[in-house]
């Protein structure tokens, strides 16, 4: 996970967002911010790019694109059944789709059902994917095992 945190941590977002800071080029996060550098939050990106600062959004929009050609390659090498993202960029449904899209572009083929956010809102991000997988498994599917294997004398 270390390359994704290269670009996908909070704190590196911050410092990008930094870099592009002033009244001219980020009109919407300088004026949350009260013209103050040490304020912006990936909270205040966030809501900066909701009222519509181009050049917050370019920047996070930047970030989906890599963290979508990671996602094609982790998919393309490990062939899983589901991926599962968290963070607080993904509360927008617009990133989340975008996400989908480019690598549904990537792998040419619709990834919509391959991806979903993390139901999970907290900051318990290390136990997200282990309850979306005991969801699936104990709620969707009575936590049974199929025929074949209630068959099998081994497991007898």
Known sequence: TGCINTFAQGSNIVAAASLIY?????????EITDGYIERI??????????????????LLLEVCR????????IIVVNNPQRVILYGTYLQTELHLHYIVSMVSNY??????DLI?????????????GANIA??????????AL???????????
């Not at 002033?22 to 300088?30: F, G, I, V």
């Not at 890599?66 to 390659?73: E, Q, V, W």
């Not at 979903?116 to 997200?128: G, L």
Request: glycine share 4%.
């Open 146 to 156: 199929s025929r074949e294997e209630t068959e099998d004398p081994e497991l007898s």
């Open 107 to 112: 792998l040419q083929t619709d990834a919509t």
């Open 41 to 58: 939050t990936i909270d205040k990106i966030m809501e900066a790019s909701h009222y519509g600062d181009d050049a917050v959004s370019q």
């Open 134 to 143: 005991i969801r699936k498994l104990f709620y969707d599917f009575g936590g």
């Open 22 to 30: 002033s009244r001219e080029k980020t009109p919407a996060l300088y």
């Open 116 to 128: 979903m956010a993390s139901s999970i809102r907290e900051n318990t991000r290390f136990v997200a």
């Open 66 to 73: 890599k963290i979508s050609l990671l996602i094609a390659n």
